[in-house]
Structure formats: structure tokens, C-alpha cells
């Protein structure tokens, strides 16, 4: 941008930035007796500005397809009050788009959708009846932070479906069936929100998402992923969430309950902290460390194009876990993306 002119040796002022592009640096040549000669003003794109004015957008959209629900029927359940069911719902990667030939199984937000509706009638009523459940999305629920489609700190192309305001209804839709399933089944659920590597801006949004739309829902808590590690303590249990990405060394989480939540773990008898972020490389990686288990989740999710081309691979399921208020963990129930594939979508003819 150049312009000349004259102004008692300051430069006049111009409109000379690009809508969404911040100053980066200006020259300005000046001949001795102070007459401006020309002016070079440098400009980048101010991603956060734009990724700022699109979420006020999407905000002030959300009552137009996000309706107030009716509260779910609560179900009469005549035994669970002591019990827990945790369900740890591993990186969703709504969003994502995989190709059979490349990766290894097809992949987009129709099969998302279906998979996981299919995921959460299965697994609502399995198990120990259980009065309380703790939903825990353990971050990376959108595949893509933005409409860049890049990862938002490497800024690594992502393989994407559709455009970013559709993959953002989906998202929620599939966070709303799934809570509405639970609520079916036990009489309070709480929603653990973390935000991911994939999603640090979006988990904020689809936060208040989900609990715009259950406003009217007397019997659901959600859980904003304002900090990295959240804490639930129920009974004698102690249950810690986080990511991950953050945290690369396992062995560090118990010092991080104990610091972050020292009462709850000085009186803990059972401590549990559930990971995401790493089913790409490996299955559940659980291991004891000084008296808390650390464990990662898997994914119902495929593997995209990065993962299949660093030979990533990881059985995929979600698993339900039923904690009792003084014995601890006491029972497991397991979904497998295979089993949804044959009893539930090709059955239906959603596969």
C-alpha cells in the first residue's frame, strides 16, 4: 500500500487495511525538508479476529437451530444409587473424512452420526443399573477447529467433510442424541466437555451448545472445558479427566490429581484418570502409578490419512465402566465398532 502526500512531516491517514488483517509493519520514506515520499504498510490475515467475528456469528445463530428442549421422561430405577457409570467417549473427530482405499475404512459425518446414535442405544442400559452417569468427551470432538482445516498450533492440513458450519450442527446433534439416550436410562447424567489439540476454540462453543439446548433439562450438568483436568469424585472414588496432549508423560497425572485436587485424593481409595488423545497409537494403555491408574481411551472414530500413512492402528470402541461408591470400579461393558456395524447400521441400512 503506498500513498504520498503531505502533512508536516506525518504521514495522512489512509484506510489501508484489508478487512480481517492487522499491521505487521510500516515504512515510510521522507525527503529531508519532511515531504513524505511514500508509505509501505505490511499486513497479515488476523486469524483471530476472523475466527472471533465467527463465533458471535454462530452464536448469535444457535437459537435458530438449537431449540430449548423438553425435559427427557426420567426413567424409576429401584436399585443404583451408589453406582457410577462412566462412559469415556474417545476423540469423536466429527468432521473427519477417510477414504476405504487409503485408510483402511470410509469415514464421514453420515457415518459419524449413525456410528455414534448407534453407540449410545446400545450402551445406555448395559451394565450395573446405575442411577448417575458421567459422560466424558475427552476432547477432540470436531476433527477441524475452523473452517482453515488445519490443526490450530502445526497448522497440519486435515482431511475434512463438508463445510464447517454444517460439521457444526452434526456435532451437536450427535452430542444431543447421545446425552438424550442416557438421560433415558439413569436419572441425572453429567457431561464432562475437555477441550482437545483438534478443538481448543469449538469445545467452547459446543459447550454452551448442549447446554443451551437442555436448559430446560433439570436432571443434566455440563462440565465447560475451561480447565485441562476436571475431577469427579464419587464415594471413596476419584475420577480425573484430561486430553492428554498437554500432559505427554503418563507418570506425571497422579501428581497432577494430587496437587490439583488434594483433599479429594488425600481421602480417595480408588483413583482413575481417563486420557484421550493417543488412540491412534496405541489400544487402552492402562498402568498403576502410585496408587492412581492412568488409562487412554479409544476411538469409534477411523483413522485418517496421517494416521494410516504412520501405521497408527487401535481396535475401535467405546466402553461403559460402573464405579461403586466404596468398592471402586466393579464392572465393564464394551462396544465395538464392528458389532454397531453388523447388529445396528447394516441392519438398518445406514452402513
Known amino acids: 500500500n503506498v500513498a504520498t502526500g503531505r502533512a508536516g512531516g506525518v504521514a495522512a491517514p489512509l484506510d489501508v487495511l484489508p478487512k480481517g488483517h492487522g499491521v505487521r509493519g510500516v515504512s515510510t520514506y521522507v525527503s529531508a525538508d ?65 477414504w476405504i482405499e487409503e485408510c483402511g475404512d470410509n469415514f464421514d459425518l453420515k457415518i459419524a452420526e449413525d456410528l455414534y446414535g448407534a453407540a449410545f442405544d446400545a ?38 467433510d463438508g463445510r464447517h458450519p454444517l460439521i457444526v450442527r452434526v456435532a451437536v446433534r450427535v452430542f444431543v442424541r447421545a446425552i438424550r439416550s442416557l438421560l433415558g436410562a439413569h436419572e441425572r447424567v453429567i457431561v464432562d466437555m475437555l477441550a482437545g489439540n483438534h478443538d481448543p ?30 475431577f469427579h469424585e464419587w464415594g471413596d472414588c476419584l475420577i480425573g479427566t484430561t486430553h492428554g496432549d498437554e500432559v505427554r508423560n ?33 489400544a487402552i494403555q492402562s498402568k498403576d502409578y502410585q496408587g492412581v491408574t492412568v488409562e487412554h481411551v479409544r476411538t469409534l472414530a477411523a483413522r485418517d490419512a496421517y494416521a494410516a500413512r504412520k501405521g497408527y492402528s487401535s481396535p475401535r470402541d467405546i466402553w461403559r465402566i460402573a464405579y461403586h461408591k466404596h468398592f471402586g470400579e466393579i464392572d465393564r461393558f464394551r462396544v465395538s465398532e464392528e458389532y454397531l456395524r453388523t447388529a445396528y447400521l447394516e441392519r438398518r441400512g445406514a452402513a
Open 250 to 282: 503418563p507418570a506425571e497425572l497422579p501428581g497432577i490429581m494430587a496437587s490439583q485436587a488434594r483433599q479429594q485424593w488425600g481421602a480417595a481409595k480408588f483413583c482413575h484418570f481417563w486420557v484421550g488423545h493417543l488412540h491412534h497409537k496405541w
Open 123 to 160: 450402551i445406555a442400559r448395559r451394565g450395573t443399573p446405575a442411577r448417575t452417569a458421567l459422560l466424558i468427551n475427552v476432547g477432540d470432538a470436531l476433527h477441524a477447529d475452523d473452517s482453515t482445516e488445519r490443526t490450530p498450533r502445526g497448522k497440519h492440513p486435515l482431511d475434512v
Open 201 to 230: 476454540h469449538s469445545a467452547h462453543w459446543l459447550a454452551a451448545a448442549i447446554e443451551g439446548y437442555f436448559t430446560e433439562e433439570p436432571r443434566g450438568e455440563i462440565i465447560h472445558p475451561v480447565e485441562a483436568c476436571h
Open 34 to 98: 519532511g515531504t513524505i515520499k511514500g508509505q509501505w504498510v505490511k499486513t497479515r490475515s488476523n486469524d483471530d479476529q476472523l475466527r472471533q467475528a465467527w463465533l458471535e456469528q454462530a452464536i448469535a445463530e444457535l437459537p435458530t437451530w438449537v431449540p430449548v428442549a423438553d425435559p427427557v421422561p426420567m426413567p424409576h430405577l429401584d436399585q443404583g444409587a451408589d453406582i457410577l457409570a462412566v462412559i469415556p467417549w474417545g476423540d469423536p473427530h466429527l468432521g473427519m473424512r477417510a
